[in-house]
């Protein structure tokens, strides 16, 4: 069992990039095995490990591991030790971020839940920085796309068979179930999200917090859970602020609608 097995990857894993050279920063980036192993038949692709120490990459990549991987020792915290570090990079992925794990799918049976098998893989074009702790989960069946240009901030995690777009933006703690179509230029602001199975619009922009759990149409702003156009929320929002003094001012007007029927209610008898 190689030390990426032991980290929990299944080596049956299969991810591509479309971009020549991946840089992976801190050494414990990873990418899955089976696209280390395979990196030979691939002269296309190659994978640039960014550590602090020899000793950590040898603790991570056994010699044959090594051999597809081109290592350069430096320290993010250390901009003097980056010099050209990411020169003719095409796709950076940084410290803790997974690429083809399991996508989440289980199903029912006889009240139990049984696994349905992950057979699908991740595709990332070119031009695409996944920050750190990132997980994108490989596809039922097909693929995951991370599309041309698209940057994803820490701690993101993309669902089995998303469709990410050209040139979008994924801020941190951003979750999108699985199947998820994301058009181009789309942004998702810090802590959204969105149910499975929708299609979100080019140059969509969803607000912090939002819950997205309708298609979008493209050019939509959206904000709120669940989301909504975003002038209808900041009404809400105003009306939600009145909502002690409007409280006091209904009471007030119910009480002098009580008080007219009883005098009425006197004189009439």
């Known amino acids: 069992m190689s030390n990426l097995e032991k980290l929990g990857l299944d080596p049956t894993v299969s991810s591509h990039f479309d971009g020549q050279r991946v ?17 030979r038949q691939c002269p296309r692709v190659s994978i640039r490990v960014l550590a602090r ?17 081109e290592v ?53 074009e070119e031009d695409v920085e996944i920050g750190s702790n990132v ?13 041309k240009g698209t940057k994803i ?7 089995h068979n998303c469709d990410v777009g050209e040139n979008s933006v994924l801020v941190a703690q951003v979750g ?21 199975h929708v299609s979100i619009g080019d140059g969509t922009r969803v607000g912090a917090k939002s819950a997205v759990t309708t298609d979008l149409p493209a050019g939509s702003f959206v904000i709120g859970h669940p ?4 002038r209808e929320w900041k009404r809400t929002q105003a009306l939600l602020a009145r909502l002690p ?22 004189r009439e008898s």
Not at 23 to 39: E, K, N, P, S
């Open 23 to 39: 840089l992976v920063t801190g050494a414990t980036g990873f990418i899955g095995q089976h696209v280390v192993r395979t990196l």
């Open 53 to 69: 120490t020899w000793d950590r990459v040898h603790e991570l990549f056994g010699a044959a591991e090594l051999d597809s991987l």
């Open 72 to 124: 350069r020792l430096g320290d993010l915290t250390d901009p003097a030790s980056l010099t050209g570090v990411c020169d003719g990079v095409d796709i950076v992925i940084h410290a803790g971020s997974v690429v083809g794990s399991d996508g989440f799918g289980y199903a029912e049976e006889r009240g139990e839940r049984v696994k349905i098998p992950q057979l699908g893989n991740v595709v990332i």
């Open 135 to 147: 997980t994108l989960d490989r596809a039922t069946f097909g693929t995951t796309w991370i599309r």
């Open 153 to 159: 901030d820490n701690l993101v995690q993309v669902g």
């Open 176 to 196: 999108l179930s699985g199947s998820v179509r994301v058009g181009r230029g789309v942004i998702f602001a810090g802590q959204s999200g969105s149910v499975g």
């Open 227 to 230: 989301a909504r156009d975003h």
């Open 245 to 266: 003094e409007l409280r006091k001012r209904l009471d007030r007007i119910e009480r002098t609608l009580e008080e007219l029927a009883g005098g009425k209610a006197r």
